[in-house]
């Protein structure tokens, strides 16, 4: 028999970027992946926010630096990441995390201005973000990309259609790029977060969330930014090194369920 290999499940030293990282999942994300021992690059929106969670990494002992950037910003998507190679020295994980809530319904006035908005921030974005970095993931040999996307992106719901249409691109580009890009040994998958509690569901009162998590998710309740974070860790640990191009839900069940 062939002896069992010994694929390691240790990012310790991986230099990892997080987008939307002051943040809900990102926050989570950003802190999980330090607390293993990647260097970690931080991004959001505002200086603010993005150093209140490089100040928190670091008191727990880990290691990050933090750039404020808008990722609708194409040049400043460029700028960044070579500023991120630059510091820690490198790039194996890319996690494009970025998100916002959309909702428009398509007769509205603004409806194309959110399109654009939507489309830049949560499927543009991720693209650039891959295309900026690709020569360092390609370079470290265990090169990881994850998309966040959601649940949204199997379905819809009425009055959400720019973000349904972005969540669905994020999954379609996962799928095209883990064809294009298995063959220079980086892996593309993607997480689809059901009910989670972050920002953007923040303003849905307790006791709504609770009545949806019954009739809706056979875990009857909603999920946590750390329960996502996790799953995110598993798919870019060198033993994932065969998983490519699947697109996973974290939704306590909620796909599965008969209404």
């Not at 090169?143 to 349904?164: D, Q």
Request: glycine letters at 12%.
């Amino acid at each position: 028999m062939e002896p069992i290999r010994k694929l390691s499940r240790s990012i310790a030293g991986k230099v990892a970027l997080v987008t939307g990282a002051a943040s809900g999942m990102g926050r989570a994300t950003a802190h999980i992946f330090a607390g293993e021992g990647a260097k970690v690059a931080v991004l959001d929106l505002k200086h603010d926010r993005v150093d209140a969670v490089v100040a928190e990494i670091k008191a727990e002992g880990g290691e990050a630096h933090g750039w404020a950037l808008d990722v609708a910003d194409a040049e400043g998507i460029v700028r960044v990441v070579k500023e991120v190679e630059a510091h820690f020295g490198g790039l194996d994980i890319l996690v494009n995390n970025a998100g916002l809530s959309t909702f428009r319904g398509i007769s509205e006035p603004d409806y194309e201005d959110v399109w654009t908005l939507a489309l830049d921030v949560m499927l543009t974005a991720h693209m650039r973000f891959v295309r900026a970095a690709l020569p360092s993931l390609k370079k470290s040999g265990e090169g990881r990309i994850v998309n966040i996307a959601s649940t949204e992106g199997f379905g819809a719901t009425p009055g959400n259609s720019t973000y349904v249409a972005a969540k669905h691109g994020v999954i379609g580009l996962t799928r095209a790029l883990a064809v294009e890009l298995g063959r220079e040994g980086v892996t593309v998958n993607c997480i689809c977060p059901g009910p989670i509690r972050t920002g953007i569901t923040s303003e849905i009162p307790d006791e709504h969330k609770e009545i949806f998590a019954k009739r809706r998710v056979p875990l009857r309740r909603y999920g946590f930014p750390e329960e996502v974070a996790h799953m995110t860790l598993s798919l870019v640990l060198p033993a994932a090194s065969y998983l490519n191009g699947v697109a996973i839900p974290v939704d306590g069940g909620m796909l599965v369920k008969n209404a």
